[in-house]
Structures are given as structure tokens and as C-alpha cells.
């Protein structure tokens, strides 16, 4: 049997925290004693590493938009020489979440480089750190977001890229040349940008409400309702659905509480569901209505049973773009990198406008390459004009709103109220 | 002479203890030394840059807040976690009561009825085992899926069809049943099988009928190998957190290990994880030792 990675049948696409299906595969573990073990081991030989404690502040800047961040660069930690020449044989580490890359991608790029391309992958970031953080493990490429970058930054597990070898960084939107949270792209470039928003069954779905989240407090759909299991996500469409507040790094506590008491009804009204495979959920009827990423939609094109055409897809989002919730994902070198060259290469691979279409077309998320506007990829056929409103555009990047790295108590905050949620009461 | 039998003596002494260290070993590396590094974290609270807790080993810098808190809110009507100990208390009872229903009949025809069949049945009940646990689940997805087969297969009967897996607590619990029922069914095996016949024999003599004689003499004797099957069960119910996340993945059937799952996953409250797993432990080895107290009682009438 041959493995065809280009075969419309294998696409998918796995971008964020897959707490459904893959978790619980890790977790064939019994709980109990077991399940706690692991994390606290793994933590048992730093205790008092470069510390904060549960209220402390982070010991470097939080970036915003309206205070961009200027990411440091140590002269122990340079960037690589110029004029390298890539590194050959071996293998070529990843560290990304699983399925977010194309196989083809990855096929390619090893063949020309003579190298394997191995993924090793994590569920969230927490993990992400403590993969990155094992001593004498060493990886290639990591995809952070503006959420775990500072701290990353800080702690020294990422090396500035040299940008004489990614001069692609042209293709991308200028805005993402210099982000608020990496300016001057010293450390990063931009992988994907997806918004969140409803995907439903628009054979079932008869009429789409102005505030296209009021879907997922339709009776009519008992039972087919689901959010993102996401706690950011979630709690944060509340806030904007019940104009509760439109700071979703919200910290304060009693706005979160109506938040989620709010979400709390959907259990009794609706029997909501939480998981984050909309992408499958809504093409195989599964579901109704789908709190998703953009992404979602795009990618469940692929998904439907025979004989069904994209037209009973739907994507809802708002369309102010400040009421928009805009995500991305970064691609970053590591310091451990064996390597380091040819991740420039491959940096500069995924911003060029062929493959990262290619890598598009596949993961269904978009990268931020000024050439793929909504116009052009329905065009070149790779998004049905019904859900040309899933590309995000510069200007839902420039006026959404972002979920940024906030302190462990304003984290802490929001998991309680979630785990109020989770609990079902 | 006696000098060398005191020599003999005195090797005796030292090989038996010998003997015990292996499983001492496996005790210590994997209970006890795990055991603390959670109570290390439910008793510390304090994280590192990266939301790894900082475990407290020394008992003197030990903070009860946490586990404080979490028991309050355990076991206060009121307390966030109340709704999920009640739950999982709830689901893991009546997943008890369907494998007693259900692996009692299926034990004692094999221990006592099977003849012949005996092989193939026991063959039958350990069969789901040569398939990942997950991957039963996942199955059953598919069947109870709403055009799935089970719906079909009740169409057939006129019976309108059931969204099964729209957070059903009916599901969770027949899911709980199906998963564990052969760790029921196999201690309880053993149990029923070492019955001696011939007491059954002598209470017929006796003129008992069968009935009398099952709920005198074999129930009674199998009473210990009944207990044993529920502990062993029960133990890994109460801590499932993925066969309802599978069926149903709704809140509203969320069990203890689930909140677990949460705190442990991700985020800066890896203590809160920990205080619950304490508590889940706690409970369990409460019943734990009753069975202890039960199999202890046992052996000491036995010997008498």
C-alpha cells in the first residue's frame, strides 16, 4: 500500500489542543495515582528554576498591540552566520502539534535536503515546554504562539533567525513583518491566522441570526450543539455574545462568572458537547452547530459523505473585525536546533507562495501570504465561494482582538470558572 | 549439631525477608514514592516560568489551603466538585449493579454449568482484551451513532430511533458496565470455582433445593470472590475520565477524572490536580480497606 500524502482522502487537520480523541489515547493510562506523576517528575529536577510563583509577574514584558514588544537579543544567544551551508543527513526534528504540517511539505524538503523529517508532537503548550526543556534533546523548528513566546524568549529556548536566509518574509502581509509581540520578526515568522467563529449545517440551519453564536442557544439542535473544548475560546465568545465585555484577557472576575454562567445554560438548554473536531463533526452531521476555528470549514470540504457538496457547509463569523477573535501560530528555531540552517531553509520554504499553498491546501490553515487573498484561493479552487468568509484578511488582524499571555492568576481565574463549567452543575 | 541448625535457622530468617524485596522495590518506586511527589504538589502550589509545579518535599513548607479547598468544595452541597463526586459515585454504582447482573450468571455458568464450554466461554469473556480499550469505545460510537446500527436495528422493531450519544447518562453508565465487566467477571471466576463441590453436595443431601442452596452455600462462599470483583472494578470506574468523554464529551456527564484530566493537562494549577487525585485516593483506599478488613476477617475463621 503506498502512502500517497497529497491524496485529498488523508487531508486533515489538527491545529490546537485535540482533547478528544488523541488524549484519551494518551491517557490509556489508569488515573488515580498515575495520571499525576508524570508532569511532576519531569518538574522534579529544577525545582526553583528561574521562578514565579502562582501571583508573581513575569519577570519580562507582556506584549499588547498598543505596547508592542522589542524581543531581546543576547549577545550569548546570536543568530546564525550568514552565508552557512546547510547542514546534510541525519534527522530534521520538529516539534509541532500533530497533523498541522503537510506530509508532502516535509516529504519534498527531506528528499532535497537528504535528511528525514521527523514530527515529535504535543497538545498544548505546557507540553510544548516541557518537550523543549528536556536536557539533551535537541529540535529543529517549534511553532509558538504570541502567548508562550516571551517566556520562551526569556528562558532562552529560541534562537534569533538570521534574515538573510528567509528573504520570502517579503510574501507575508506586512503587518506580520513586525508583529506587535515580535517586532522587527527577530524570532519569528508567521505559520498560520485563523479566526473563531460558528461552522453549521446549512441544510439544517434555515435562517443564520444576525449574532451567528445565538445558533448555539437554539433548542432546535439539542444534542447536535458544540463548543470549542477551549476554555479561551469558549468563555471568551460568551463575553462578546452576552456584549459582557470585549477584553477577552478579561480579568476580571465577575464578567467571567456571567461568562459562564451563560455557557452553563447551554448544558441544560441544549445538552451542549465540547471538543474541537468540527472539521469532521459538521460534514458527518455529527454536529449542527460548531463553535470553530476557520480553518474548520475549510478543511471539512474533505470530510463530507458521498455525494454531499460543500454547499451544506456554513461559516458565521462577525463581521466587525473588532469583535473578532484572530489567532496565529509562529514558526520559531529552537536554541537546541543540530540544525539550524536548513530550518532556515524550511522557514523560508513555508512562506514561499507555492508551498505554502501547497501546506494550505492540505491543513486548511491559511498563512498570512499576501498573494492568497479570499479572491484567489476560491479562484485557484481550494475554498467554495460559500465559505470564502473563512480567509481572514489584514484588516481582522489589525482590529481583532487576540488572546494574549496573561498572568497565572488571571489564568488560574478563567480555568475555575471552566472548571465550573466542565463540572456540569 | 545445634549450632549448625541455628545457622540454618538463621539463613531461613534472612531469605524470606529477601524474598519480599522485589515487590518492596515495586512498592516503593511505584506507590509510595509517587504518592508523595502528589502530595508534594497538592500540598506546595507554587509554579515554575513554565506552569511545571514546584513540589514542596519537605513537609515543614507544607500549605493545607489547597487540599482544603478542594475537599470543601468536594463535599460541600454547594462546592464546584460536589456535582462530579456524586456522578461518578452515581454512574460507578450502577455500572457495579449491571456487572453483578450481568457477570454473576456468567461467572457461576462457567464455574459450575459450562462442562466442556468451560475453555471457550472464559476464551469469549477475555476476547474484547485482545482490542484497546479505546478502540471498543470509539466502536460503539459508531453503532450508537444516530443512523447507526442500533438505531436501525430498533427501526426494524418500530421503535423511533434515540440520540444515544447526546450526553446521556443512561450511555456513560452501560459504557462503564461494557468496558469492565470481564475484570468482573474473572476474579469472580476464580472465586465460584474453587467452591468445594461437595459442600454443594451435602446441602442437596440434605434436602435443600437449589435455590436455598445457592443463596445459602454458594453465595456466602463466593461472597469474598464478589467483593474482590467489585473492588477491582470500582477502582478504575471511579477514576475514568475518557469513556464518557468518548459517548458523551457533554458536562453534564463529567465525572472526577475529568476535573482531574483539566487542572493536570495544562495551566498553573497543577495543585488543585493533584489535591483532587488525593482525595480520589483517599476514598478508594477507605474501601480498599474494608476489603482488607473483609479478606482478613475471612482467613482468620478459616484457620480457626
Request: a neutral charge.
Amino acid at each position: 500500500m503506498t502512502f500517497d500524502p497529497n491524496d485529498p482522502a488523508l487531508r486533515r487537520r489538527r491545529p490546537r489542543p485535540q482533547l478528544a480523541r488523541r488524549d484519551v489515547l494518551r491517557g490509556g493510562v489508569w488515573l488515580g495515582v498515575g495520571l499525576g506523576v508524570a508532569p511532576l517528575l519531569a518538574a522534579c529536577g529544577d525545582s526553583g528554576s528561574s521562578g514565579q510563583t502562582a501571583n508573581g509577574t513575569a519577570p519580562y514584558p507582556l506584549a499588547r498591540p498598543d505596547k508592542p514588544v522589542t524581543l531581546a537579543i543576547k549577545d550569548s544567544n546570536p543568530p546564525i552566520a550568514d552565508g552557512l551551508d546547510p547542514e546534510e543527513g541525519g534527522t530534521f526534528n520538529i516539534l509541532n502539534y500533530a497533523q498541522y504540517m503537510a506530509p508532502g511539505v516535509m516529504k519534498d524538503f527531506g528528499k532535497k535536503h537528504n535528511v528525514s523529517v521527523e514530527v515529535t508532537p504535543y497538545n498544548n503548550y505546557d507540553e510544548m515546554l516541557a518537550k523543549i526543556r528536556q536536557p539533551g534533546e535537541s529540535f529543529d523548528l517549534v511553532f509558538p504562539g504570541p502567548s508562550v513566546l516571551g517566556k520562551m524568549v526569556y528562558a532562552e529556548l529560541l534562537q534569533p533567525l538570521n534574515h538573510s536566509y528567509v528573504p520570502h518574509l517579503k510574501n507575508v502581509w506586512p503587518e506580520y513583518q513586525d508583529p506587535w509581540y515580535d517586532k522587527g520578526a527577530q524570532y519569528t515568522v508567521p505559520y498560520t491566522i485563523y479566526g473563531t467563529g460558528i461552522m453549521y449545517r446549512a441544510d439544517r440551519v434555515t435562517s443564520v441570526p444576525e449574532v451567528g453564536y445565538d445558533l448555539l442557544w437554539d433548542k432546535a439542535y439539542t444534542g447536535k450543539v458544540y463548543l470549542l473544548d477551549d476554555r479561551q475560546e469558549a468563555i471568551g465568545m460568551s463575553l462578546l455574545r452576552n456584549k459582557i465585555t470585549r477584553d477577552v484577557n478579561t480579568s476580571n472576575a465577575d464578567d467571567l462568572k456571567r461568562a459562564v454562567d451563560s455557557l452553563i445554560e447551554l448544558i441544560g438548554l441544549v445538552k451542549v458537547k465540547t471538543d474541537v473536531n468540527a472539521y469532521s463533526e459538521v460534514p458527518e452531521g455529527t454536529a449542527t452547530v460548531h463553535q470553530c476555528w476557520s480553518g474548520d470549514p475549510i478543511a471539512g470540504q474533505y470530510y463530507l459523505p458521498k455525494g454531499e457538496t460543500p454547499e451544506v457547509l456554513g461559516y458565521w463569523r462577525p463581521t466587525d473585525p473588532t469583535e473578532y477573535v484572530i489567532g496565529s501560530d509562529n514558526i520559531a528555531i529552537p536554541k537546541s536546533a543540530k540544525k539550524p540552517v536548513l530550518a532556515h531553509m524550511l522557514i523560508n520554504d513555508l512562506l514561499d507562495e507555492k508551498i505554502g499553498l501547497q501546506n494550505f491546501g492540505w491543513n486548511g490553515y491559511q498563512p498570512p501570504i499576501t498573494k492568497l487573498s479570499a479572491t484567489y484561493l476560491v479562484d485557484q479552487g481550494y475554498i467554495p465561494k460559500n465559505l470564502s468568509n473563512a480567509v481572514v484578511v489584514p484588516s481582522d488582524f489589525k482590529g481583532g482582538l487576540t488572546f494574549y499571555e496573561v498572568s497565572p492568576s488571571t489564568e488560574a481565574l478563567w480555568q475555575n470558572d471552566w472548571a465550573r463549567f466542565k463540572a456540569g452543575a | 549439631m545445634p549450632d549448625r541448625a541455628s545457622d540454618h535457622d538463621r539463613a531461613t530468617r534472612r531469605l524470606w525477608p529477601a524474598l519480599a524485596l522485589p515487590g518492596t522495590f515495586w512498592l516503593i518506586a511505584l506507590f509510595v514514592v509517587p504518592f508523595y511527589a502528589v502530595m508534594a504538589v497538592a500540598f506546595s502550589g507554587r509554579i515554575n516560568l513554565f506552569n511545571e509545579p514546584i513540589p514542596a518535599w519537605n513537609p515543614l513548607n507544607w500549605q493545607s489551603s489547597t487540599v482544603t479547598n478542594v475537599i470543601k468544595d468536594s463535599f460541600t452541597p454547594s462546592g464546584v466538585y460536589h456535582e462530579v463526586w456524586v456522578r461518578t459515585a452515581i454512574y460507578s454504582f450502577w455500572a457495579l449493579v449491571i456487572c453483578v447482573a450481568i457477570g454473576y450468571p456468567v461467572a457461576y455458568y462457567a464455574a459450575r454449568l459450562a462442562g466442556k464450554r468451560r475453555g471457550l466461554i472464559l476464551a469469549l469473556i477475555l476476547a474484547p482484551w485482545w482490542i484497546n480499550y479505546i478502540t471498543r469505545m470509539l466502536a460503539w460510537v459508531n453503532l450508537l451513532q444516530d443512523d447507526g446500527y442500533v438505531n436501525k436495528a430498533l427501526g426494524w422493531f418500530g421503535i423511533p430511533p434515540h440520540s444515544w450519544l447526546s450526553g446521556s447518562s443512561f450511555t456513560v453508565v452501560w459504557a462503564l458496565a461494557y468496558g469492565y465487566l470481564p475484570y468482573f467477571i474473572i476474579p469472580l471466576f476464580a472465586s465460584l470455582d474453587r467452591i468445594d463441590q461437595r459442600l454443594l453436595e451435602a446441602s442437596r443431601d440434605l434436602g435443600v433445593g437449589s435455590v436455598r442452596t445457592f443463596l445459602h452455600v454458594t453465595l456466602p462462599l463466593s461472597r469474598l470472590g464478589l467483593i474482590t470483583s467489585l473492588v477491582i472494578t470500582a477502582l478504575p470506574m471511579a477514576g475514568d475520565y475518557y469513556t464518557n468523554t468518548i459517548v458523551s464529551g457533554s458536562p453534564n456527564t463529567n465525572m472526577v477524572g475529568n476535573q482531574i484530566e483539566l487542572f493536570l493537562l495544562e495551566g498553573p494549577q497543577k495543585n488543585i490536580g493533584a489535591g483532587l487525585v488525593l482525595v480520589l485516593s483517599l476514598v478508594l483506599m477507605f474501601f480498599m480497606f474494608y476489603y482488607l478488613l473483609l479478606t482478613q476477617r475471612a482467613s482468620r475463621e478459616a484457620t480457626r
